[in-house]
């Protein structure tokens, strides 16, 4: 955060070259992006692509390694290779002008194959946060998935097939505290108000208020009182649909019209803002479960910090928080004189801070019982943990390794080939041409007199996959056609897409902020559509 | 530049152009042809040198494009250059145009961009006419719905009946953060840019009392001395108008707005909050601008080569949680103000005023209008009723704006001829008289 009273001077050349992206991920965001070692394999237009949106945020420092040399087809679908470069190395020549994009940014690469780096340096890839990976065959793909499991290292699998595009987010265990969420519903315990809120609400009261009084009651203390008179009638707040009618019709009494004839403003918020504010305060399920796991998580010196942390707020839950998780101290604007309303935000400011604080001293005692730990949690992480309480996000994910045995974790794949708008149709496809790939040592149709008989070859491919998986032959010729004529070709418009796509997937992974897929994302050009599947 | 032969170059392209496919436009014809045809004759013009403009560039020429034009009347600032990646420090304050131009040619060999570092008002309908596909990488509205007046002027109408080969596509992308869209428009044919115009709301300024009297928000502190201090104290001299790219003026502000912030205990003034205020800063990644940059430039390719159907006609993308997309067709609108055909209504009073119909038209979603003047035919004979410039006319036909439609002699089926910044060319209304 910005210390207040910096002085504009001091604002340097780097926050106003990355002040776009600053203001979304922040300071800390920014932090861990600088701190973050990307490791590419294979310059392709698909690798460099997914880098130029890493180094232009700037990320710490990349490594590419590439055996390839640049050759003419390079020239026509890479930005980050030149008409001089023929017959370099690619990896090379790529870092050199990905590099000249941002000064900040940091690079080395390596001419060697991955096959010999997987069997020769078995720790080649211990020093780097992500792996993104592009243009290997399944063999390859499926040693190196393992190593990188095995290491706890993100990879990212990122692939442009004719006018399909394909990312794979491997991850053992991910954990996202600030998700930010889009559409937040605000946190007022108008339900169960905290003590604090409870005794200024009922020092107030709205019949013996003057008019301008009146009109500048911030909506929260109309909807506590119009949901005691509620209360008083019918015992237990509104539920459906219906009796937030008669609610709102109830808030409606209580206006008075103002000398100049309009209704009171911060009346008809209040009408508008029964639906999201009488929401009762609970916790969301995804947290729920969060919190579950965290109870039964036997602490070690090695358990990372959100767990130490959701562990100490799940015992918040079940104590002091009586069922609630900690109150956020945020609230929305609203029309009101500024008196109370800040009145009003600091009594939630405090009641969070002080929930804040009771999970903190938990969580020191947590920390201290498990000994000297090389990641400290400070007193920020915590109040950042339980103001982001409610979004809290853990992704588990499965090796490229698990996916590619037996069958994929998807239910009824049957009925989803069936269904004309699946997009899973192009997975099936792109792990048939792997397969053909391992038996024919080509993609199919990578050779311009070979598309016919291709066809045919790639036919049993997928249908022997779609055996394996207990299907029918249920796909239909015409996207066997389509990838063949594709020819594993690497159009630079969907490696451009799927670069950008992937790349912010990688940011979420570094910065721990929003929420990656989970864990396969299939592109479809053709219609400009997408979808996601976790297998 | 020595010839090299690089008989490989283009073969990704050229397998999505030469071989037949199931899911080609009903027009296509494999052919290698279609490349030449790419190369030789088709003439792109990308609007905007961007975010959005930089990436469009690229894409396009690594589609094979080489005759390609960029219009931007920006030059570039420090701030652009964590996306905008054809320009580099050394390149701040140049035009944008200029600048991409150069590095695009120099980078790829054989692709040929010619910069207008201009604003698009600047050219008519002979300069775009020239174009066989737009693209727009914009960040304003009003030069959206420009350009798109512009294309639709250009349509040819025989019998009713739309000359198809009047129609100029637009392929039109826009960004916000980690949100996107891209739309493929074809004029008179598909829903164009002001048949949408309710996805883009007008923007919400806070209520002047509330940063006079009763502000709640930082965004309200800054906003007073933005809006009421600025222009009582004039800190930089009489007539000098804030600049938010001048830190003295942003730190005035900002120092000012933290004062008034602890006055009523509002905490959270910073100086980026400020700067964003100010300059009502919209948030940018490099990765957004090329997703959606290069969801337009397949575009582009699809509807210039048919080698694949194009979108229909709207996708919306976002990846905060996951990667989101949502791909649909949205419909014309029948009684759309640019492109139905059907003349337009103004329903007014006899009693509204001028101005109340000024109102209706800047501040009704349907129109979103910015200064429209206003001109009505009576007898057959032009008659000015309001007009924003130049300074002479607007004093003279002031008066004319607290008149009643009745006072002002008009009556029910008389036309009224609009113009405003959001369209080259007049809008023609037809006066209907309610009750
Ligand atoms: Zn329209």
């Not at chain 1, 955060?1 to 776009?20: I, L, V, W």
């Not at chain 1, 394999?41 to 698909?46: F, K, L, P, V």
Request: glycine share 6%; proline share 5%.
């Amino acid at each position: 955060m910005e210390k207040p009273g910096t002085p504009s001077s001091e604002q340097s050349d780097k926050a106003k070259k990355y002040d776009r992206q600053l203001r979304l991920w922040g300071d800390h965001g920014q932090a861990s992006l600088e701190c973050a070692n990307i490791c590419l394999i294979n310059a392709s237009a698909t690798g460099t692509e997914t880098l130029k949106s890493l180094v232009l945020p700037g990320v710490g420092a990349i490594t590419i390694v590439d055996d390839a040399k640049v050759t003419p087809k390079d020239i026509g679908n890479n930005f980050f290779v030149d008409g001089e470069s023929i017959g370099r190395p690619r990896g090379e020549v790529a870092l050199h002008l990905l590099l000249e994009l941002n000064p900040d940014v940091r690079g080395t690469f390596v001419d060697q194959a991955v096959d010999e780096i997987l069997d020769n340096q078995p720790d080649f890839f211990s020093p780097f946060t992500c792996v993104i990976a592009t243009c290997l065959p399944e063999s390859t793909l499926l040693s190196l998935s393992k190593v990188l499991w095995d290491a706890n290292i993100p990879l990212l699998v990122v692939r442009s097939y004719g006018m399909i595009g394909y990312i794979r987010v491997q991850i053992e265990e991910h954990t996202v505290i600030e998700s930010h969420p889009d559409n937040e519903m605000p946190d007022l315990r108008l339900d169960r108000p905290f003590p604090a809120l409870q005794k200024y609400m009922d020092s107030l009261d709205l019949e013996t208020m003057d008019s301008k009084e009146h009109s500048h009651v911030p909506y929260v203390v109309i909807l506590y009182k119009t949901l005691q008179q509620w209360n008083q009638r019918y015992g237990a707040p509104p539920k459906n649909y219906r009796e937030k009618k008669d609610f709102i019709q109830l808030v409606k009494e209580g206006m008075r019209e103002k000398e100049s004839g309009e209704a009171e403003e911060n009346f008809e918020e209040a009408m508008k803002a029964v639906n999201t504010s009488l929401m009762p305060t609970r916790i969301p399920s995804g947290v729920e479960s969060i919190l579950n796991e965290a109870a039964s998580n036997t602490l070690t010196p090695s358990t990372r910090p959100f767990w130490i942390m959701a562990k100490a707020l799940h015992e918040f839950v079940t104590s002091e928080g009586r069922g609630a998780l900690p109150v956020r101290g945020t609230i929305p604007d609203m029309t009101a004189d500024s008196e109370k309303y800040i009145k009003i935000q600091n009594l939630y400011r405090e009641q969070a801070a002080q929930d804040a604080d009771w999970v903190l001293r938990r969580v020191l005692e947590l920390s201290q019982q498990l000994g000297p730990r090389k990641v400290m949690i400070t007193e920020s992480d915590v109040k950042a943990f339980c103001k982001n309480a409610h979004a809290l996000r853990v992704l588990k994910g499965k090796s490229i390794a698990e996916e590619y045995k037996g069958s994929i974790n998807l239910g009824d794949i049957g009925a989803h080939l069936e269904n004309p708008e699946s997009e899973l149709v192009w997975y099936v496809m792109l792990r048939a041409v792997d397969q053909f790939h391992s038996e024919f040592r080509a993609y199919p149709g990578y050779f311009q007199d070979q598309v016919e008989t291709d066809i045919v070859r790639l036919k049993v491919c997928v249908n022997r996959l779609l055996a394996d998986w207990g299907c029918g032959p249920i796909i239909k010729d015409d996207f066997i056609h389509e990838m063949c004529r594709y020819g594993a070709a690497e159009v630079h418009s969907i490696a451009a897409y799927i670069g950008g796509c992937a790349a912010h997937e990688a940011i979420k992974i570094i910065t721990a902020q929003y929420v990656p897929i989970h864990n396969t994302h299939i592109y479809n050009a053709i219609t400009a559509t997408s979808a996601t599947f976790t297998l | 530049m020595t010839a090299v032969d690089w008989g490989e170059r283009w073969s990704e392209v050229r397998k999505l152009l030469e071989r037949p496919g199931p899911f080609t436009h009903p027009d296509f014809e494999p052919s290698p042809d279609t490349l030449k045809m790419l190369q030789e004759n088709i003439k792109v013009l990308v609007i905007g040198a961007g975010g959005l403009g930089c990436e469009l560039l690229k894409d396009l020429a690594l589609m094979g494009f080489t005759d390609l034009h960029v219009i931007d009347m920006d030059t570039i600032d420090l701030s652009n250059l964590n996306r905008q990646f054809l320009f580099r420090k050394k390149d701040i304050g140049r035009p944008k145009a200029d600048v991409a131009a150069e590095f695009i040619n120099q980078r790829i060999q054989g692709c040929r961009v010619t910069p207008y570092y201009n604003k698009i008002q600047d050219f008519d309908d002979d300069f775009y006419r020239g174009f066989h596909l737009v693209v727009c990488g914009l960040d304003s509205i009003v030069a959206r719905r420009w350009i798109n007046g512009m294309l639709l002027s250009l349509l040819c109408y025989e019998d009713g009946m739309l000359d198809q080969s009047s129609v100029i596509p637009i392929i039109d992308g826009g960004t916000e953060g980690f949100k996107g869209n891209a739309r493929v428009i074809l004029p008179g044919l598909t829903s164009c840019i002001e048949c949408t115009l309710d996805l883009f709301p007008p923007q919400v300024n806070f209520p002047l009392c509330t940063i006079a009297h009763t502000p709640r928000l930082p965004e309200h502190c800054i906003e007073y001395v933005r809006i009421l201090l600025w222009p009582k104290e004039n800190p930089f001299g009489e007539d000098v108008a804030i600049d938010g790219d001048d830190p003295q003026h942003i730190n005035w502000i900002y120092e000012k707005a933290q004062k008034r912030g602890a006055e009523y205990g509002i905490s959270g003034v910073t100086y980026r909050l400020t700067q964003g205020v100010v300059k009502r800063i919209i948030p940018a990644v490099a990765s957004t601008n090329a997703v959606i940059a290069a969801a337009c430039a397949s575009e582009v390719f699809k509807l210039a080569t048919s080698a694949c159907t194009p979108m229909n006609n709207y996708c919306v993308f976002n990846d905060i949680d996951g990667i989101y997309t949502y791909t649909y067709e949205h419909e014309k609108k029948e009684e759309c103000m640019a492109c139905s055909q059907v003349p337009q209504n103004l329903e007014v009073r006899l009693t509204d005023k001028l101005k109340d119909i000024i109102t209706m038209l800047t501040e009704s979603f349907k129109f979103q209008m910015k200064s429209p003047g206003l001109q009505a035919m009576v007898d057959g004979r032009t008659k000015s009723l309001y007009l924003h410039s130049p300074a002479s006319i607007e004093e003279k036909l002031r008066p004319n704006l607290k008149k009643t439609i009745e006072e002002l002699g008009l009556a029910d089926g008389m036309e009224i001829a609009v113009a405003d910044v959001t369209s080259p060319t007049t809008i023609l209304f037809k006066l209907k008289i309610i009750e």
